[in-house]
């Protein structure tokens, strides 16, 4: 059964460094999102990604933040300068659309900033 | 202020009874809601979806109910299992359209006794 993948599993950065957390979501999906949870919380929206444009965001998904889909397979989340409340599980998901919404989440990247 | 962890309600059932948990939405626009299964250190995991149009669902094993008038989903998972101890969260999406964000609701813990 196809899947969402993520790389790397566990992130151990410095504040004001920057991370690229990559993601190769399901093969024929065209929608893409990246969702954070930090420790203990719900699971927030960040940003949704469609025909390689940002389609909708969230307020957490300020300027230090940015998403690509470099190429065919690939998209990422990076994060220019990490503060200490970056730390969070980071999951990318992706959907089919034309009908078909259903979210489909990776296992996620552990992101801890120290 | 300081965010505090959620503190998650927990259901515990026994083996091979029926659970359900719960699940109160905000948004009246929301046409389009999903359960989810977190295990422990994993992305959501997909379980049933409904559309507004319905007001139930059946899989295997599990049944969505909605009830539109006081904006409230249920999941029902019968002859539970320990296997099913999980956090399970519902989610509703605005738009009926594939892009559109995933507001996740806060979460039930599932705790199956053998």
């Known amino acids: 059964e196809p899947e969402v993948t993520q790389t790397p599993s566990h992130q151990v950065t410095q504040m004001g460094q920057e991370v690229i957390l990559r993601c190769v979501p399901i093969s024929n999906h065209l929608y893409f999102y990246w969702y954070r949870q930090i420790l203990g919380q719900k699971v927030e929206f960040l940003v949704s990604f469609y025909n390689n444009e940002i389609s909708e965001k969230s307020e957490i998904f300020d300027d230090q933040f940015s998403v690509e889909r470099p190429d065919g397979s690939n998209f990422t989340l990076k994060i220019r300068s990490t503060k200490l409340e970056d730390s969070a599980m980071y999951f990318c998901?992706?959907?089919?659309?034309?009908?078909?919404?259903?979210?489909?989440f990776g296992p996620g990247t552990r992101l801890l900033v120290l | 202020g300081e965010s505090v962890g959620l503190h998650l309600p927990t259901l515990s059932v026994q083996e091979g009874d029926n659970s359900i948990i719960n699940c109160a939405y905000s948004?009246?626009?929301?046409?389009?809601f999903i359960w989810y299964k977190q295990e422990s250190g994993k992305g959501p995991q997909f379980i049933i979806d409904i559309r507004s149009n319905m007001d139930k669902r059946q899989g295997q094993r599990v049944t969505v109910l909605l009830n539109k008038t006081v904006k409230h989903l249920s999941l029902q998972i019968a002859a539970t299992q320990p296997g099913d101890s999980a956090v399970y969260f519902c989610?509703?999406?605005?738009?009926?359209?594939?892009?559109?964000?995933?507001?996740f609701g806060g979460g039930t813990r599932l705790m199956v006794k053998p």
């Open positions: 998901a992706s959907s089919g659309g034309q009908g078909q919404e259903t979210q489909y």
């Open positions: 948004n009246s626009a929301s046409d389009y």
């Open positions: 989610a509703e999406n605005i738009g009926n359209n594939a892009g559109n964000m995933l507001t």
